[in-house]
């Protein structure tokens, strides 16, 4: 008896360190892979939405396979078609996306995404999703009086760890070839694991040591057991499609609307499944009586932040999303926990789980760009979370018999998520109709708005071009007027001063990575040429209908609708004079424009005595000791220009870092008497292709 009790122990202990170890991997593999592929799509946040929708398909897939091995196919031959299925992945490895699947332009890449994800990492993620469901559903059939749901919380403490430990502990320390190999070593230990779950169950299966039929534990009545399978199969379907909804809503609205960093991306998943955690691990976490008021209370904290949210600072707006997206998750999973189902029903309960998240992720992903011109998504996914619950609990109630107590509570209940919706829907009325609005538009790099500013004052009247949060230049309205350079390109800038003293007698050729509104072509010269690069359609259609900069410069200009560095590398060399680097998103920096590599590209364009021109200004990371980095391993000389703000001018704060071999260039007057013109003692840091670490450069 005690032979057979250690067995049973180790047995489960197996069970709970696979299921940890394959989510851990699972999610290790995210970040992994997005490091890999968001560099080739612009670094956009919705590169990581479409991932995210990737990752909720083929979740899917996993447990539907789950689902099917275990209701198609006798016991016996269950963990012999997952072991042959183990072995099947192992000659995905190592999961490094081929250079084949950069994509050659910018039109659909969406489908470019998703078509290089499946094609790098499909079945590995694949297997790994059908983890948890296959090994609960087996260990009740071995061990049927034990709850199966203590495996599912292990399996999503591993993602949560995968999440946190990616950026801090990998990224950091490892490049990125190292960190395929290691995860490569990692799935061959899961494998050999799970290939011993498969197998074992095989064995007990043809010794009929399992039952056939997982019973109610203890003889337990649930909720789920009261309702008819199609209200059950909504709530399965509904609860994770809302939850999963905020969690990619709230994605765009934090890195979008609040502030482009990308450190803000792994925040709202790590919530989203810390929430799960909380609800699955122990029943008694989940507490109606706490979770419900406080949903009710960070709903209204999240509607305040939309109408307002230029008021409030950036730590603030982070804070109120983040507390609102975790709680609205906390009442949604709660109680799906609530309508779990009897054990022999658990891979269907998961089945229809992996449904609702993939039909939010393919509502966020594909339909709400073409249905919105704002991220509506966020105020559809925070009523659906707040309605759901109460309807779950109006159900429960009304089957518990309780449906006449505390009919006041209901009715306030009731007024206060009429009232919510209300305010929600008036404020995305608003966010439309702005008066200011001249045009809002969205596809898959983010929402432009061009807005006319201060028409009441005709000497500083604008017109400005944002893209989320962040200005992307501005012009101004009076016509005499029109042709100043503005925000961050005023003629003290550095990019001004480049251009103002820097010439050719036959011309320059200028290279522009980042149109804006375009504003740089304001100086340029009837011999020039300038050949820009940009990524967004988007940003060139509204630069060409609104903003008069293109059309009124005397220069010659091409524009290159793609990914610079994608493009430059297919490009004959260009030669040229000038080449401005201003590609960042806000405060996003696509880290592929800045690494040794990259510089070499740029070098290879650029003639010897040419200048390149970066711009550096940024809110969140310190980028100086990146730029003297390139410039030590490049053997180039560099300036830091700073310019102050002038509202009247029309100038923003910036600073630009000049790289050249130019020395006449680098020590002229315009240089040398302008004291913030100077090269910083700073520790230089170099990026490569397999390796950066952002961390390094946080202020």
Not at 208 to 229: C, Y
Request: net charge positive.
């Amino acid at each position: 008896m005690s032979e057979s009790l250690s067995a049973a122990k180790l047995r489960w202990a197996i069970y709970a360190f696979t299921s940890f170890w394959g989510a851990y991997l699972l999610f290790q593999l995210e970040p992994l892979i997005g490091k890999f592929i968001l560099p080739w799509f612009g670094g956009s946040p919705a590169v990581w939405i479409t991932c995210m929708l990737f990752f909720q398909v083929f979740l899917l897939a996993g447990y539907a396979y789950a689902h099917l091995n275990l209701d198609r196919f006798p016991a016996r031959r269950q963990g012999i078609i997952h072991a042959a299925l183990l072995l099947l992945t192992l000659l995905a490895l190592p999961v490094t996306p081929q250079q084949s699947f950069k994509p050659d332009n910018s039109d659909q890449p969406i489908f470019d995404i998703l078509t290089l994800l499946t094609g790098s990492i499909g079945l590995p993620y694949f297997i790994l999703s059908s983890t948890s469901p296959l090994l609960q559903a087996w260990i009740v059939r071995i061990n049927p009086t034990r709850s199966p749901y203590l495996l599912y919380a292990l399996s999503n403490v591993g993602s949560l760890l995968a999440l946190l430990s990616y950026p801090f502990l990998f990224e950091p320390y490892f490049r990125l070839g190292q960190q395929t190999q290691g995860w490569s070593v990692g799935f061959g230990i899961y494998v050999l694991l799970c290939g011993a779950i498969a197998l074992d169950f095989r064995r007990l299966a043809n010794a009929n040591a399992i039952v056939a039929k997982p019973v109610a534990i203890d003889g337990e009545i649930r909720l789920s057991d009261k309702l008819s399978p199609t209200v059950l199969w909504m709530f399965w379907l509904a609860l994770p499609a809302a939850s999963t909804t905020l969690l990619l809503a709230a994605t765009n609205q934090l890195c979008q609307d609040v502030a482009s960093v990308p450190f803000l991306w792994i925040v709202p998943l790590s919530l989203y499944v810390l929430s799960f955690i909380f609800c699955f691990a122990k029943h008694h976490w989940y507490q109606r009586r706490i979770f419900i008021p406080a949903l009710f209370l960070a709903a209204i904290a999240l509607t305040t932040a939309l109408y307002g949210g230029g008021r409030f600072t950036l730590g603030a707006q982070v804070g109120i999303y983040s507390a609102g997206l975790f709680l609205c998750c906390m009442t949604c999973h709660g109680e799906l926990y609530r309508l779990r189902p009897q054990p022999s029903h658990l891979t269907g309960y998961y089945l229809a789980t992996s449904i609702g998240g993939a039909l939010g992720g393919i509502f966020v992903a594909l339909l709400a760009p073409l249905l919105f011109p704002l991220y509506f998504e966020f105020h559809i996914g925070l009523f659906a979370c707040c309605l759901l619950t109460l309807t779950a609990v109006a159900v429960d109630s009304q089957l518990s018999g309780h449906k006449r107590r505390q009919p006041q509570l209901w009715l306030l209940t009731g007024g206060v998520l009429i009232c919510l919706g209300a305010s929600l829907a008036n404020q995305a009325f608003q966010s439309i109709s702005e008066k200011d609005h001249l045009r809002v538009s969205r596809n898959f790099y983010g929402v432009l708005r061009v807005e006319d500013r201060d028409a009441e004052n005709p000497a500083i009247a604008k017109r400005l071009l944002r893209h989320g949060a962040i200005d992307h230049g501005f012009q101004f309205l009076a016509p005499e007027k029109k042709h100043l350079p503005t925000a961050y390109y005023g003629t003290d800038s550095g990019v001004g001063l480049t251009l103002t003293n820097f010439s050719r007698k036959d011309g320059r050729r200028v290279g522009l990575v980042g149109l804006g509104v375009g504003t740089v072509l304001s100086y340029g010269k009837s011999s020039d040429y300038f050949r820009i690069y940009d990524i967004d359609p988007g940003v060139v259609e509204l630069a060409q209908t609104y903003f008069t900069y293109l059309k009124d410069s005397a220069a010659r200009y091409d524009i290159v609708v793609a990914d610079a560095r994608l493009a430059l590398e297919r490009e004959a060399r260009q030669n040229f004079d000038v080449l401005i680097l201003d590609a960042f998103s806000g405060d996003a920096v696509p880290m592929h424009l800045l690494t040794e590599q990259a510089l070499q590209l740029y070098l290879r364009h650029l003639r010897p005595d040419g200048v390149l021109a970066i711009h550096i200004s940024n809110n969140y990371l310190d980028l100086r000791p990146l730029v003297s980095g390139m410039a030590t391993r490049a053997g180039y000389q560099y300036l830091l220009v700073e310019s102050e703000a002038s509202k009247n001018q029309g100038r923003y704060f910036s600073i630009w870092a000049l790289l050249s071999k130019n020395q006449a260039f680098l020590q002229s007057p315009a240089f040398a008497n302008r004291a913030h013109a100077n090269v910083t003692p700073v520790q230089p840091i170099i990026w490569t292709d397999d390796f950066s670490n952002m961390f390094r450069l946080l202020k």
